[in-house]
């Protein structure tokens, strides 16, 4: 089983950055591909971006350009780094990983911009 807890969301003014952190309890975590989500007010949990265990990443169309996704294996924490963030951008952000065919999720972290 994955623990995954997410922190460093936060109100922030639009054109502004905050940088996510996803901690993962275990000791695989290296072996594992990590994702940020996240969901807005009436609308449906969404992909974010992706890392690969390899480091390879992947960014939907909305924030290619203005995020960057880490890992720290080190650490067992995966981040989300968001600028110039816009209001379009305010949600629940939620850390995931999947092993041995089930999902895990954090709790997930209020990401607001006032605009």
């Known amino acids: 089983q994955v623990q995954l807890v997410e922190s460093g969301g936060g109100l922030v003014q639009a054109g502004g950055s905050l940088r996510l952190s996803c901690a993962a309890s275990?000791?695989?975590?290296?072996?594992?591909?990590m994702g940020w989500y996240r969901q807005a007010p009436g609308k449906q949990r969404e992909l974010v971006a992706v890392i690969s265990e390899f480091g390879r990443t992947t960014y939907a169309d909305s924030v290619k350009g203005r995020s960057t996704i880490s890992r720290d294996n080190a650490k067992n924490t995966v981040y989300l780094q968001m600028n110039t963030l816009m209001a379009e951008d305010t949600a629940v952000y939620y850390c995931n990983t999947q092993t041995l065919g089930q999902h895990y999720w954090g709790q997930g972290t209020q990401v607001t911009v006032s605009s």
């Open positions: 275990g000791n695989a975590f290296r072996l594992y591909a």
